[in-house]
């Protein structure tokens, strides 16, 4: 660093040593504190350090495109994620554009815990009669989690940002239909270099 950026910064940097000090993470964390400290929400992967793992956000119409890098492997992994929330804020239903490890693009489904497993989601594309049926790789007791491949279908109907109908079944035989937008997708692709 030039000296004289030193010289200028040193009294800011005094100050932010104090006020690093008064706010001494091993303090906050002692059992008599009624204060502490918010993990980050991004979880660092097994055996990387700090500050060797970036994540960056960027929102694009109806969906949100998160990338993860891991600048020690120089590897960097991303998807286009959008999610549906109810009147009270509830999570309902979410899906995520990602990519297996050879490249191959899918359609992450989450719905639900409480959906029933034995009746497959369906994706109902616009002009089509029959919708896809999708079923679950698994489900606990917050989410049911479906994958569904993109294939020419569900292309098209990128490129034309047309809105998708998702049907589930709740585990008491409610049915549950939600309309998304694939509008913005298309735009949010070109955000992923």
């Known amino acids: 660093m030039p000296e004289k950026f030193i010289?200028?910064?040193a009294p800011l940097l005094a100050a932010a040593g104090l006020i690093l000090l008064s706010f001494?993470?091993?303090?906050?964390?002692n059992?008599?504190?009624k204060y502490y400290i918010k993990n980050s929400e991004v979880q660092l992967p097994e055996g990387v350090g700090w500050g060797q793992y970036k994540r960056t956000i960027q929102p694009y119409e109806n969906w949100t495109l998160i990338c993860d890098e891991n600048l020690k492997k120089k590897e960097r992994v991303c998807n286009l994620s959008q999610i549906i929330v109810d009147a009270s804020g509830n999570?309902?239903?979410?899906?995520s554009l990602a990519a297996t490890t050879d490249g191959a693009p899918f359609m992450i489904l989450r719905v639900p815990g409480n959906?029933?497993?034995?009746?497959?989601?369906?994706v109902g594309f616009a002009?089509?009669?029959?919708?896809v049926n999708v079923p679950y790789k698994g489900c606990n007791e917050t989410v049911c989690v479906a994958m569904m491949p993109v294939g020419p279908i569900t292309r098209e109907h990128i490129d034309k940002g047309s809105d998708v109908t998702i049907n589930f079944t709740e585990t008491g035989g409610r049915?549950?239909?939600?309309?998304?937008?694939?509008?913005?997708l298309k735009l949010g692709l070109t955000g992923i270099k």
């Open 7 to 9: 010289k200028k910064a």
């Open 24 to 29: 001494n993470p091993a303090a906050a964390q």
């Open 31 to 33: 059992a008599t504190s």
């Open 91 to 95: 999570q309902i239903f979410s899906w």
């Open 115 to 122: 959906t029933d497993q034995k009746t497959p989601l369906k």
């Open 127 to 131: 002009g089509r009669d029959t919708p």
């Open 175 to 184: 049915p549950v239909e939600v309309i998304v937008p694939l509008k913005g």
